[in-house]
């Protein structure tokens, strides 16, 4: 939808309009956009004197063989890391850069089009690419995903960038849509805000603008079209709207609100040294999620009981490669020290679905979130497993280091990763390394199966962690990263809320620990809701964290508790909106 306005444009600019969308992130930013998005559709084209094709065609020829070693270098370390199958992606790519007809018809369009190699490569990987993606061969249709890939590879290189994001300064990100591999290795430190086509409220760019503290907006048709880099955009993450060509009316009046909401969060700051408990004086504990040792760092300058989740998928992505134990072990060792005599749940890698590790994406899945996922991969690599747990061990003789294993479903998986575990142990013993012999291993609950076995996987592990983010995906089968049923994905649920509380309840039954690290947990309006379910540990990120304890000082126990009983006894989504009053949250 866009609104229009009467207000006059800056500078002869096109007049103002905005476009709405759904607001997933509180605040105002005020910048330039950088449009992020194919990079093969936004080559410069620069027209070449003759005198310069020879170094146009030096430049593309060194390009292509530095792809081809970074390609040698990736068939060998995926084939040991996760198999010969997962490599032969990057033999195929490796088979087009050997290809002389694509070859010799790039630096055709080099010397006869006068053209710079960027453009060249552009050219023709996005003629071949349309040809095979429009034929009825399938095989011949995923070679068109290969060709792009490469094509968009040896282009970076020709630019000497890794991941095409360069954030020359404080920047509104806008994109068709962003996953995990997208955003990894941007400088966060000049990400205004977010602006997507598509994703839900909980899709990647949701979380990560929550994670960040900045605003975002998803759900805005076309905004990639309409923006270019460099086009100054408001984007008000309160309302879901997007300011384009933005007048100096509109600049002044969302000048006022940013300073309205930067007053408020000032005032959030005297909480930090308040208790963490109800308004009728129950304790909680209040920890974080944490993706670097920064985040960790951050975390501790407010209080926090402690990180409650350590993504460590995060790590490997931003350094782009699976880091050995020394590299791990180093990480881990900061963020437990960056913590003293507090927890710190570190998370074994949940690499698949939309996060993987390295330039490229090893897997081809139909579906990749009920696929080769997490606990799954680790379980057929024991090495990598057993690296990254001894790495933790190791960690812990410095602190309270805790393993979390993500996405286990069963109890068999539950055994097995367990009897890795004692493996990593054993090995360390008889290195006579130091590590912590009684560190605590949990399970984290977010698959439904999980939910209903959780009283027997408590009995078998020593805490564990609800991830509300899957937990709800899977049981209402929602993607939670799409637009289009972003409107089914509720965490207020009945059934949501009843597999919630049968896992309280099934932790508690065998006298383990539960916490939730959801980002559930994290939006104030669940708040009394999560409390009243008995959960009294939660773990948000560090740009919520004085948001929830805001919320848990403000919440009523025995209130909440009154309310969640009702709720557990709803029908309907909408009878627990009422019951919470969560419309008008």
Not at 293 to 308: K, Y
Not at 549 to 557: P, V
Request: charged share 30%; hydrophobic share 45%; glycine share 8%.
């Amino acid at each position: 939808m866009e609104r229009s306005t009467t207000d006059e444009p800056v500078r002869g600019l096109p007049p103002e309009a905005a476009v709405e969308g759904v607001a997933v992130s509180p605040g105002i930013a005020v910048g330039p956009a950088f449009v992020f998005g194919d990079i093969l559709t936004e080559v410069e084209t620069r027209t070449i004197r003759p005198d310069e094709v020879e170094g146009e065609l030096a430049r593309f020829r060194a390009a292509v063989e530095l792809v081809k070693d970074e390609l040698a270098r990736d068939v060998e370390r995926i084939s040991e890391q996760l198999g010969q199958d997962h490599a032969d992606v990057f033999l195929v790519h490796s088979m087009i850069l050997e290809d002389r007809s694509a070859i010799t018809e790039i630096e055709g369009h080099v010397r006869t089009g006068l053209v710079n190699a960027e453009a060249a490569v552009a050219e023709v990987m996005k003629r071949v690419s349309a040809v095979l993606a429009a034929s009825g061969d399938s095989y011949l249709r995923d070679r068109a995903f290969d060709i792009t890939d490469i094509g968009k590879r040896v282009i970076e290189r020709l630019l000497g960038v890794w991941s095409h994001c360069p954030l020359v300064q404080p920047m509104v990100v806008v994109a068709t849509e962003l996953r995990a591999s997208d955003t990894v290795t941007m400088d966060r430190g000049r990400i205004l805000g977010f602006v997507t086509e598509v994703g839900g409220k909980e899709s990647h760019a949701a979380i990560l603008a929550r994670s960040l503290g900045v605003p975002a907006i998803v759900g805005v048709p076309g905004i990639v079209d309409r923006v270019v880099t460099g086009d100054v955009l408001i984007v008000d993450g309160d309302d879901g709207c997007v300011v384009l060509h933005p007048s100096e009316a509109a600049l002044d009046r969302y000048g006022l609100k940013r300073e309205e909401d930067e007053r408020e969060w000032a005032d959030l700051s005297s909480l930090r040294d308040l208790p963490t408990e109800t308004a009728d004086g129950v304790k909680v504990e209040l920890m974080c999620n944490v993706g670097s040792v920064d985040d960790a760092a951050e975390a501790a300058g407010m209080n926090a009981a402690g990180v409650g989740l350590f993504r460590t998928e995060m790590v490997f992505m931003a350094s782009r490669h699976f880091l050995d134990e020394e590299e791990q072990y180093s990480t881990y060792r900061s963020v437990v020290e960056a913590m003293p005599g507090r927890p710190v749940v570190i998370r074994t890698l949940d690499i698949g679905g939309d996060k993987f590790v390295g330039p490229e994406n090893p897997y081809r899945e139909r579906n990749p979130n009920l696929g080769y996922r997490s606990i799954r991969v680790l379980l057929e690599r024991p090495d990598i497993f057993l690296t990254q747990m001894r790495a933790i061990l190791r960690a812990g003789a410095h602190g309270d280091a805790r393993i979390l294993w993500p996405m286990i479903c069963t109890l068999g998986e539950l055994r097995a990763a367990k009897e890795r575990l004692g493996e990593a142990k054993d090995a360390l013993r008889k290195e006579g390394v130091p590590f912590r012999e009684d560190t605590p291993a949990g399970v984290m609950i977010e698959i439904p199966s999980a939910a209903l076995l959780a009283e027997r996987l408590a009995a078998e592990c020593d805490f564990l962690s609800i991830g509300t983010n899957d937990l709800i995906q899977y049981t209402l089968a929602v993607d939670r990263g799409s637009s289009l049923v972003d409107h089914l994905y509720r965490p207020h649920d009945p059934a949501v809320i009843a597999l919630i509380a049968r896992t309280v309840e099934g932790a508690r039954a065998e006298g383990k620990p539960v916490a939730l690290c959801g980002e559930m947990g994290g939006n104030p309006a669940y708040v009394p809701l999560v409390l009243g379910l008995g959960l009294e540990e939660i773990s948000v990120s560090p740009a919520r964290f004085l948001l929830a304890k805001k919320a848990i000082r403000e919440t009523d126990l025995a209130k909440a508790r009154e309310l969640t009983s009702r709720a557990l006894a709803a029908g309907t989504a909408e009878e627990v909106e009422v019951i919470f009053d969560l419309e008008r949250s």
